[in-house]
């Protein structure tokens, strides 16, 4: 009887060092001699794009003037006080005649090369962020006939910033 009772009171101990170490285990405790936090900052700021345009005042075409030329200019640019853009800019250029048919227009680069338009609209530039850059064109806009009916042309400059540019 008494070999019984020392095999309960083993097999108890043997329970309760159990238990002590799975509660151990559970609630994180550690013995080590070393312990390690390491906390992490990072900082940064938000990519600024810049996309000027710089432009000629509004013109007026008038129908008594002897000048069959006019000539519109304006600038794009990713650069402002030599700070550069931070993101690369895609932008295309539309020229919005409306129901002006008295005119006959062409868009012209800083090379005096035509710019190609295609339903009113050019293939698109791209700014590199990378490079100061200035973009100069010219809307050269004819008179056809003596008689000039009233419209507007309209140069609208669409840009959108390019992913990972």
Not at 42 to 70: E, H, M, R, W
Not at 129 to 154: A, C, M, P, R
């Amino acid at each position: 009887m008494k070999k019984n009772s020392v095999k309960i009171l083993t097999f108890y101990l043997l329970l309760f060092y159990l238990f002590i170490l799975i509660i151990l285990l559970i609630s994180g405790f550690s013995y080590s001699k070393y312990k390690t936090e390491q906390t992490k900052v990072i900082s940064g700021g938000v990519a600024k794009p810049i996309f000027i345009i710089q432009k000629d005042d509004t013109k007026v075409i008038d129908s008594n003037s002897n000048l069959n030329n006019y000539e519109y200019s304006f600038s794009i640019q990713n650069y402002e006080n030599d700070i550069c853009s931070d993101v690369s800019i895609a932008y295309q250029i539309v020229v919005d005649v409306g129901d002006a048919n008295s005119f006959a227009y062409k868009l012209l680069d800083e090379n005096g090369k035509e710019v190609e338009l295609s339903n009113n609209k050019s293939s698109t530039f791209i700014l590199d962020n990378h490079l100061k850059t200035k973009q100069s064109y010219k809307l050269v806009i004819s008179k056809i006939g003596k008689e000039i009916k009233s419209g507007k042309i309209k140069i609208n400059v669409e840009g959108n910033q390019i992913l990972n540019g």
